[in-house]
């Protein structure tokens, strides 16, 4: 079974600190895995996409690594600013073309 | 270049009523993908449409169904809703030749009373 878990489910952090969120995926026959950003009520943004042949990808204050052969990537958000307050998930494409979710980090960062 | 797009943002229906959502893919996308969203849960998949075909589907009963036109938009269709129904239902679009970036809409809430 194509089981995705994300830990913490929620964490607060004061401004300015690094941010580290955690994915664990079962199955490591990944194609790609993809971090997405969700304010409340609202649809999905894509932050990054890693392919399963790369180990990281990064954008601006965001970096996310992948280690495929133990199931686990990492999204790193460096300086934490307020407006970076969101539900982070995370999402493991297979073979069969669907998106396997994870529940979500939800994340408070402080002033 | 309009990303993906889903009407209506809103919709409150009651027990039995029929629901119809729809979604207009990025363009340049051939694929549209719908995804049950649950308070507090990730996103669960509902099926996949490629070529006006149910290509893949998830574990969601037949009330479920869907639609996909030769302009690559598709509708879901719910019959007999539940109030378990209610959620945020999202529609993602893709290029079906490669295992590419899925990109979302801003989804549809459905509430059932």
């Known amino acids: 079974k194509q089981e995705v878990t994300q830990i913490p489910a929620a964490l607060s952090v004061p401004e300015g600190e690094n941010l580290v969120l955690n994915c664990s995926f079962t199955?490591?026959?990944?194609?790609?895995l993809q971090w997405f950003r969700q304010d409340p009520g609202k649809g999905l943004t894509s932050l990054l996409l890693?392919?399963?042949?790369?180990r990281e990808q990064t954008s601006g204050r965001l970096n996310a690594s992948l280690d495929k052969s133990s199931g686990r990537s990492t999204l790193y958000i460096a300086a934490s600013q307020p407006g970076d307050s969101a539900t982070y998930l995370c999402?493991?494409?297979?073979?069969?073309?669907?998106?396997?979710f994870g529940k979500g980090n939800q994340v408070v960062v402080i002033p | 270049d309009a990303g993906v797009t889903q009407s209506p943002t809103h919709l409150i229906k009651t027990r039995g009523q029929q629901v119809t959502l729809r979604c207009s893919p990025k363009?340049?996308?051939?694929?549209v993908s719908w995804y049950q969203q649950a308070l507090g849960q990730g996103p669960q998949f509902i099926f996949q449409?490629?070529?006006?075909?149910?290509?893949q589907r998830g574990n969601f009963p037949d009330r479920f169904s869907g639609h996909q036109f030769p302009n690559y938009s598709s509708e879901l269709n719910v019959n007999a809703l539940l109030l378990g129904d209610s959620a945020l239902y999202l529609c993602?679009?893709?290029?079906?030749?490669?295992?590419?970036?899925?990109?979302f809409g801003p989804g549809t809430r459905l509430t059932v009373l």
């Open positions: 890693i392919q399963s042949s790369q």
């Open positions: 199955d490591s026959a990944i194609y790609n």
């Open positions: 449409y490629y070529e006006e075909e149910e290509r």
């Open positions: 999402a493991v494409l297979y073979g069969n073309n669907r998106l396997a």
């Open positions: 363009s340049g996308h051939d694929t």
């Open positions: 993602a679009s893709s290029l079906r030749r490669a295992y590419n970036e899925q990109f």
